[in-house]
């Protein structure tokens, strides 16, 4: 057993020893992105498991351990990690667990405190818990190298650009599980090269966009039309379907193609908003230039992935700087805590985009999304009087069938819409070929 250290605080520190002999536990949120950033760490020689665990002991897991002030997205992501151990067959003594710390004013900041809390609580305090943060808390046996930063971000990438796809695709797909297969073989086609050193620069990556676009593009699918849903919020409940109830099966089970924006814009902001900082507040302009420098290598990425998309026939999202400049009027700079103005964003370039039917998923105690998400609805329908957003509360207390009757009405304002579309245009077909006669 690896002997305990502590820093000067007292924290129990993740030991060089450590990493040799520790398998360390990460919570799910993109099955996915994590599976890639999953194997990304063990190339780097880290001994990694993403926690899949879900149902109801992780929510009463949760509700044991974390105080029930606390979001829901930490009630979940503390739960998992406790849920993982006491039932998951791991080690206790051989297990570290890994969690974001953002350092804004959010509570997920707080989370890494409160995971600490809940382990003392459980007797499990001898479980060292590693920041995923960029300085905050350092240990000796896990490091940020450049290159380890530049694979998680073709890893984010990738994960990107097969969420885009399949979600345009499993909507309509003839054969059932066609899409489902292909996102399956992507992503052991994609570890597999990465173990071979395979797609880890951004030429070898510009191709190998392009063969999973191919791919993808090949499935045969239906000429059927579809009402749009675009689903924004919370970057955890948003994306982990343990957090939004399955919410994107649930759209494809109520015949709509879901639309979700990427992890990318996120990155991008978060290190945006330190850019900003340095404008609005003042600080260190050689910190502000080298955020800037990695803003920038993101953001080349991003519209390699854009392209990809465009050249192969699929919708593609919009570049960040296009996506900030629809905030305009609306939000500023200095609106960043939770998903801060990104939310909004999100919002506007969905119905920008032809995707005016919106879900935003949030947390019942989240006050940040409560006001760029929620608080802003009103605002954008006056501007959008055709947007058709619901807002919906996720946490322990929410009965799914409420959530589902709500998104269930949207999707009937929605379907009704477009109907009303669809026979308007086709009389305005009919009276065009009318005319046409009559001048003949």
């Not at 002999?21 to 990694?48: D, N, S």
């Not at 943060?133 to 990107?160: A, Q």
Request: charged fraction near 20%; aromatic fraction near 10%.
């Amino acid at each position: 057993m690896a002997k305990l250290e502590y820093d000067e605080t007292g924290r129990l520190l993740f030991t060089q020893e450590m990493r040799k002999e520790y398998t360390i536990l990460i919570p799910q949120m993109l099955p996915v992105h994590f599976g890639f950033f999953a194997k990304l760490l063990e190339r780097t020689g880290y001994h990694v498991a993403i926690l899949n665990n879900d149902g109801r002991s992780v929510v009463d897991s949760g509700l044991k351990y974390v105080h029930n002030d606390a979001c829901y997205p930490a009630l979940l992501v503390i739960g998992q990690m406790i849920d993982a151990i006491q039932n998951g067959g791991y080690d206790p003594h051989k297990v570290a667990l890994l969690i974001t710390q953002t350092g804004g004013g959010c509570r997920a900041s707080n989370y890494i405190h409160m995971l600490r809390k809940a382990l003392e609580k459980a007797g499990l305090d001898y479980i060292p818990v590693l920041s995923l943060s960029f300085g905050l808390e350092k240990n000796p046996g896990f490091h940020w190298t450049v290159g380890l930063i530049r694979r998680l971000i073709y890893g984010m990438m990738y994960g990107d650009l097969i969420m885009n796809v399949a979600n345009q695709v499993r909507p309509y797909e003839v054969s059932a599980g066609d899409t489902t297969a292909k996102v399956e073989f992507w992503t052991s086609e994609l570890l597999n090269r990465f173990d071979r050193g395979e797609g880890m620069s951004r030429k070898k990556m510009r191709g190998i966009f392009e063969e999973i676009c191919a791919d993808f593009k090949s499935i045969p699918v239906t000429g059927e039309e579809k009402v749009r849903v675009g689903v924004v919020g919370e970057i955890y409940i948003k994306f982990s379907s343990l957090g939004n109830n399955q919410l994107e099966q649930f759209l494809l089970d109520e015949g709509a193609e879901p639309v979700v924006p990427g992890l990318t814009d996120f990155l991008i902001f978060k290190i945006y908003n330190r850019v900003s900082d340095v404008e609005m507040f003042g600080g260190s302009r050689a910190k502000q230039a080298l955020c800037k420098f990695f803003m920038g290598y993101v953001e080349k990425c991003q519209l390699d992935m854009i392209g990809a998309l465009k050249n192969s026939g699929f919708r593609a999202p919009g570049t960040f700087a296009e996506l900030h400049q629809l905030i305009y009027g609306y939000l500023n700079d200095g609106c960043k805590m939770g998903e801060g103005w990104l939310l909004t964003a999100e919002m506007l370039e969905l119905i920008h985009s032809g995707t005016p039917n919106i879900v935003c998923a949030q947390p019942f105690g989240c006050l940040p999304n409560h006001i760029v998400g929620k608080g802003m609805i009103r605002v954008l329908k006056d501007d959008y009087p055709d947007s058709n957003i619901v807002a919906v509360d996720y946490d322990p207390g929410a009965t799914k069938i409420n959530q589902e009757n709500r998104i269930k009405l949207m999707l009937a304002n929605a379907k009704r819409r477009a109907a009303e579309e669809k026979k308007a245009g086709q009389s305005a077909a009919v009276l065009s070929s009318s005319t046409h006669v009559v001048h003949n």
